[in-house]
């Protein structure tokens, strides 16, 4: 099958294969036939080394398909079924499970070393155990969550990390209140998410900001009430509120990016942390603004909630014309086209590339 292949960390550009395998379908495991895989900064924080991910691998954790063969023992899931792929879902019995906090699960950390591919005799992990460029995957069951047969895969495949993400950070974590200011730093298709959920808290404002004039465009058509670029944020902040914002959502995965936000959240406010960073890149504050500002710093792992519960609401609002996932997609490519996505995404032209397989 075709797959496409980083053979070591800090490559730029993918190996785009049709001789690739996947691993056998073992007991829990199930094979998916992808339809549609989303492309998500994550991936390429894994090619360059700053999200942890052992090499060889395919890359993308974002996908939706149906289930084409499943191992013994698995219950819940049959041949034909619809399904998005959870890279990191909930064991359901673990401390965290149990606190309701599944989304803080590390049961399928363990898989990070188990391969899910075959290339010429060598064995290739997938990105998060996933590995989403490619046409089939096997994974565990529990990674593989049904959804309807009417949600488009292109639509599913946003669901599996970015806009769970998002909009799980303004619902779950900031519980950003009715009339409320908010403030969303980076507006990709995370930041997007974000904004959308701030929407649908209802929020009165919600001040996007971006260094790329296009996305911040775009941002205003998902629901932000005002966008500027970073240089602009102080007078904004001083312009439309009273001290700073209630809630501020960082977005970008960086320490100066972070340092802003809770500049710009007012004494009280929530700073909501949603980018995923490196571990040695380090945020300063000092113990006397942390005592006198009482601000809150509220970390958010994909959507700060139970996944599987955060997914189901996110595709409840959307069936609902609540959340807008249809237009977030701006671009369409075949899998041959991945590196050229690539390289719009770090560009910052595109919001969501979606990777069609048929």
């Not at 899910?116 to 990105?127: E, P």
């Not at 929020?203 to 996305?215: N, T």
Request: glycine share 12%; charged share 25%.
């Amino acid at each position: 099958m075709r797959a496409a292949i980083l053979h070591e960390i800090g490559q730029e550009k993918l190996d785009v294969r049709s001789d690739v395998e996947t691993v056998p379908v073992g007991p829990g495991l199930v094979r998916v036939r992808l339809r549609a895989a989303s492309l998500c900064h994550s991936d390429l924080s894994a090619m360059s080394g700053v999200l942890p991910q052992p090499a060889p691998f395919v890359p993308g954790h974002e996908g939706a398909g149906e289930v084409v063969e499943t191992g013994e023992g698995v219950s819940g899931l049959a041949p034909g079924d619809h399904v998005v792929l959870c890279w990191m879902p909930p064991c359901g019995s673990c401390a965290h499970c149990r606190r309701g906090q599944g989304q803080l699960c590390t049961a399928s950390l363990a898989r990070l070393r188990t391969p899910g591919f075959r290339h010429d005799g060598r064995a290739l992990y997938g990105f998060y155990s996933v590995g989403t460029f490619a046409e089939e995957v096997v994974v565990a069951a529990e990674s593989a969550i049904r959804v309807p047969e009417d949600v488009p895969f292109e639509v599913a495949a946003l669901v599996g990390c970015g806009v769970t993400t998002g909009v799980g950070a303004a619902v779950n974590t900031a519980r950003v209140e009715p009339g409320s200011s908010v403030a969303v730093i980076g507006c990709g298709g995370v930041g997007i998410a974000a904004i959308q959920g701030a929407r649908v808290c209802g929020a009165g404002q919600i001040v996007a900001v971006d260094p790329v004039a296009s996305r911040r465009e775009r941002a205003l058509a998902f629901g932000a009430t005002e966008a500027v670029a970073p240089e602009e944020l102080k007078a904004a902040r001083k312009r439309l509120t009273d001290g700073g914002f209630d809630c501020v959502f960082e977005v970008v995965g960086r320490s100066v990016t972070t340092r802003a936000a809770y500049d710009a959240t007012r004494r009280g406010g929530a700073v909501v942390v949603v980018g995923a960073g490196a571990r040695d890149d380090r945020v300063e504050f000092s113990m006397g603004e942390l005592f006198f500002d009482e601000k809150r710093i509220l970390p958010s792992m994909y959507g700060g909630g139970d996944v599987l519960r955060t997914a189901d609401r996110v595709l409840r609002l959307w069936r609902a014309g609540r959340l807008d996932l249809e237009h977030m997609i701006t671009h369409r490519v075949r899998l041959e086209q991945v590196n050229d996505a690539l390289a719009q995404m770090r560009s910052g032209e595109a919001l969501r590339t979606v990777v069609t397989f048929d």
